[in-house]
């Protein structure tokens, strides 16, 4: 892949803090960071960074220790991430939508012994979840410190700003000697992801890969010293923390923060910044497409950024103005995106309908997924990794036994298959894991909530196909005889949203009787024909 000339020199920096330190040397006062009332240079940015990194090193924070942030979209979540990272400990991402259940089972698995966070989050009270979970010494045991943005944060929490200050009596040498003993194959990062079991996985991610590879996409996608980018997808996502965030910083351009995405504001962030790249799902594209401020807005700054989806979904961004919009392809445990479109230089016919070629650095392969047999140009078979990839899944041999094969590739689970000019073509997930809005969603960790539910003999989650999400998240169930069908379904409404996040609970619902099931020769349910229920086939279908 040629690296582009007005894209700059790839940094030399193979740690965050050195990273940090060589653009602020840089790039000095072009901005870095906005959000809110807050605007950051390079250098500003560089400095509010090592002033919050005193104040953990004062409260006890170190190499190896494990921070928590939840919250928005907010310039805290970036300054407080680059802190930990820079003196070594790890930083761990909290979905926004977390329920008590999920803050907990989080907290506890990735042994945080401290958590940043927001009061509130839209209708969420993060104070409210944490009383929830008490008494902590019992449930998250590790848990040591709290940190809040906003409001009077929780007992025994300290604000924000009150961290610089407990930093203040910390030397420069103390930070400097943390951030030069921070090693690139370090683990800097673990971001939670669903999977295809009940509970979330923590994707350990390590300093110079995040370094690496996303400069690799930004140069894929032509982001050059300037760029300024639209963010309203969830930092505590991959394609956020990870992909967004690096790309911009190992290019010298600017991330726009939207705390949490509402079409109007984007279209009014957009015009007001001079946003040139786009980063968000199809459904965020349509949405600002039919908002009534979309032909008062003038979006012709932008120029390019990355989505993903079918060719048709691919088009609303373009529609936006992002002309030169790039098809990605990744997973959080691939370091956000292995394969990458050009949306500038590429055949206008690989664009959208490929995913494009490897980034480099990318060793990958599409195999029979069982005999692990090389699949021939058109044939299609699983999607595998071995560069870059994690180094492994946080306290769980079994798991990763089962994610990476006898010679070290990763199994992606998605179906793909590449064509004589190695352009990748995804074609499916061969998992059981469906992706709502760009977001995945564990069937098994639905299903377990909804069978604990009174009237629940049975319960199968499964992806709906959707125009605007890609897929939405639907349930097929067997009563067991004790409630009607509209009575549960509504319980059912109401219930789950007390233990899922909100994207999780299904959106369909279907009844049906226990025998109607369609089962392999072996008894085995066939979820892949359980979309039957949701189609205008099935006369038992209920349309929500």
């Known amino acids: 892949m040629p690296i582009y000339p007005d894209s700059g020199p790839q940094p030399l920096s193979r740690t965050i803090p050195a990273l940090l330190r060589e653009q602020a040397a840089r790039f000095e006062d072009a901005e870095a960071l906005v959000g809110g009332e807050s605007r950051y240079s390079y250098r500003s940015l560089y400095n509010e960074v090592r002033s919050f990194a005193k104040g953990l090193l004062a409260l006890g924070v170190s190499k190896g220790s494990r921070v928590a942030i939840l919250m928005g979209n907010k310039p805290e979540w970036v300054v407080a991430d680059l802190a930990i990272c820079s003196i070594g400990a790890v930083m761990v991402s909290v979905n926004t939508w977390v329920t008590a259940r999920e803050l907990n089972y989080i907290l506890k698995h990735s042994d945080a012994d401290t958590l940043i966070f927001a009061e509130r989050f839209l209708k969420y009270n993060y104070a409210d979840l944490l009383k929830e979970i008490e008494p902590h010494g019992e449930t998250v045991p590790m848990l040591k410190s709290f940190i809040h943005v906003g409001g009077t944060g929780y007992a025994g929490s300290i604000p924000f700003a009150e961290v610089f200050e407990r930093g203040r009596d910390i030397p420069d040498s103390r930070l400097d000697a943390a951030s030069a003993a921070v090693q690139p194959e370090d683990v800097t990062y673990q971001l939670y992801t669903s999977g295809s079991t009940s509970t979330p996985k923590g994707v350990q991610l390590q300093h110079y890969l995040l370094i690496e590879n996303m400069w690799h996409i930004g140069n894929r996608m032509h982001v050059v010293p300037g760029d300024r980018l639209w963010l309203a997808v969830s930092l505590f996502w991959g394609l956020g923390s990870e992909n967004a965030l690096f790309n911009l910083l190992t290019h010298g351009g600017c991330i726009v923060l939207q705390e949490f995405f509402e079409a109007g504001e984007a279209l009014r962030l957009i015009e007001e910044e001079r946003c040139t790249l786009f980063y968000g799902m199809p459904n965020m594209a349509q949405a600002m497409l039919e908002h009534p401020d979309r032909l008062k807005r003038d979006l012709s700054s932008l120029r390019g950024g990355g989505s993903s989806g079918s060719v048709e979904q ?166 067991d005889g004790t409630r009607e069908e509209a009575m549960l379904e509504q319980s059912l409404r109401t219930e789950l949203r007390k233990s899922l996040a909100a994207y999780k609970v299904p959106r369909l619902y279907c009844f049906v009787d226990e025998h109607d099931l369609p089962l392999t020769t072996t008894g085995k349910i066939q979820k892949n024909r359980l979309v039957y229920f949701f189609t205008s086939e099935n006369p038992r279908q209920l349309a929500h």
């Open 314 to 479: 691919m088009q609303r961004p373009v529609e936006l103005g992002a002309k030169e919009i790039c098809h990605m392809y990744g997973l959080t445990e691939t370091y956000g995106n292995s394969h990458v479109s050009d949306g500038r230089l590429d055949p206008r016919d690989k664009v959208y309908t490929s995913v494009g070629t490897p980034l480099p650095g990318v060793i990958d392969r599409v195999v029979n997924p069982e005999t692990l047999a090389p699949c021939k140009v058109g044939e299609v078979g699983e999607i595998q990794m071995k560069c870059p990839v994690t180094i492994g899944y946080y306290k769980d041999e079994s798991k990763n036994l089962q994610a990476f094969t006898p010679d070290g590739y990763f199994r992606t689970g998605d179906l793909g298959t590449f064509d004589e000019d190695g352009y990748l073509y995804f074609r499916g997930r061969l998992k059981e894991m469906l992706k709502t809005g760009g977001i995945n969603v564990a069937p098994a960790e639905v299903e377990d909530i909804i069978v604990q539910q009174e009237g629940v003999k049975l319960a199968y989650v499964i992806g709906v196909p959707d125009a605007t999400r890609d897929e939405v998240v639907a349930a097929v169930i067997v009563l």
